[in-house]
């Protein structure tokens, strides 16, 4: 019997329209645009200002890629949403969305697994259309970050930005075409250089927990910078050894935008120049789990990923989380 393959078919993305520039961080924070720039590569960063919460987002990029793909919320079998930052601890996101966008006939549920939140959870849903089961997945990597951000911490605060991505998982129409291998990992080890202690049932929300400021997010910026750059580069060059694949077959590198001299480590260790790497880092930050499928919603709809196209897809992120997939663009 040959093999169901999972392809995305559509794509859609949102980001705020509040952009917060590097010159206003430096009235928030001691930095300055020249730090930032060359440190990380971001100009500028959304922020969402409407008091909605992320789901907000979800729901405006998923509209997008409904209209793109000319279905309606209804024809949705399951919603997998990827995030740090639900609107709740529960009920879960995949919940909220389907009901504000009326998907009368899916389930779902949100996976955590923080930076590297998309593509586990495109992994997830890989699983759905290749056994059979579903027809139609909607895959969504969506972070409200400036919720979960210290703005007194200039380590931090520069870093991070608001935004939603997601795809669309269908059946291949071309079994050699679609989702084609993929390498995940996770590392416990990594746990404490990257984190939010606060509001879990281990450390429970407490004047404490807060005069700790750990409702914030937590990061030891040069391990992780370490950690990141040896385990991203690794995977992403690994699953181009499992499948025989040279740097002249890949189109893009789709790599998760925490920051640009990790993306810049990837591609050499890849062989590939500069022009093959997506970036979106410069105009939205590190977006977590929306930085990969905000790629490739703009880059699609400036036509720039053509049928047929290798991507590599790369993440890094806390737990540590971390893998690489290889997909042909299918549509
Ligand atoms: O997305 C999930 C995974 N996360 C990552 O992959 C992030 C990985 N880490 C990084 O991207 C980088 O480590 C950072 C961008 C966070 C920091 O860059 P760095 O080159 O590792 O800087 P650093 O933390 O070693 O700091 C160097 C200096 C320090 O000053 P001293 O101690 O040398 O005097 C910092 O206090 O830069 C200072 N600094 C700043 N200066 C101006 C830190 N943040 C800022 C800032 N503006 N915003």
């Not at 720039?37 to 890629?65: C, D, Y």
Request: include cysteine.
């Amino acid at each position: 019997m040959t093999k169901i393959r999972a392809a995305i078919t559509a794509v859609g993305h949102y980001v705020p329209e509040t952009v917060l520039t590097n010159a206003d961080m430096e009235k928030i924070v001691e930095t300055n645009d020249e730090w930032i720039k060359s440190r990380t590569g971001i100009s500028e960063r959304r922020i969402l200002t409407n008091g909605e919460p992320m789901s907000f987002m979800a729901v405006e990029a998923i509209k997008m890629l409904l209209e793109r793909r000319k279905i309606t919320a209804d024809d949705i079998d399951l919603i997998l949403v990827g995030t740090v930052t639900p609107d709740m601890l529960f009920p879960s996101t995949a919940c909220v969305i389907q009901e504000k966008i009326g998907a009368s006939k899916a389930w779902g549920f949100d996976v955590l697994a923080a930076c590297s939140g998309f593509i586990f959870t495109l992994v997830a849903g890989m699983q759905f259309i290749e056994s059979g089961m579903y027809k139609k997945v909607l895959v969504v990597g969506a972070d409200k970050m400036s919720t979960i951000t210290n703005f007194k911490d200039r380590n931090t605060c520069v870093l991070f930005g608001d935004g939603a991505g997601c795809v669309l998982l269908e059946p291949s129409e071309d079994p050699n075409m679609g989702i084609m291998d993929t390498i995940m990992h996770v590392d416990g080890k990594g746990g404490k250089y990257l984190n939010m202690l606060g509001g879990g049932s281990l450390n429970p929300s407490s004047h404490e927990t807060i005069d700790k400021d750990w409702h914030y997010v937590y990061q030891e910026g040069k391990h992780v910078f370490k950690d990141a750059v040896k385990g991203m580069a690794d995977v992403s060059h690994d699953i181009m050894v499992a499948n025989g694949l040279k740097s002249d077959d890949i189109s893009y590198l789709v790599p998760h935008q925490a920051n640009m001299r990790i993306l810049t480590a990837c591609a050499d260790r890849m062989g590939l120049p500069q022009e093959k790497v997506m970036v979106n880092i410069h105009k939205y930050g590190n977006t977590t789990a929306a930085t990969i499928p905000l790629c490739l919603s703009e880059y699609w709809a400036d036509g720039k990923i053509k049928k047929g196209d290798n991507l590599i897809l790369s993440s890094f992120g806390a737990g540590y989380t971390w893998g690489a997939i290889w997909l042909k663009w299918a549509y």
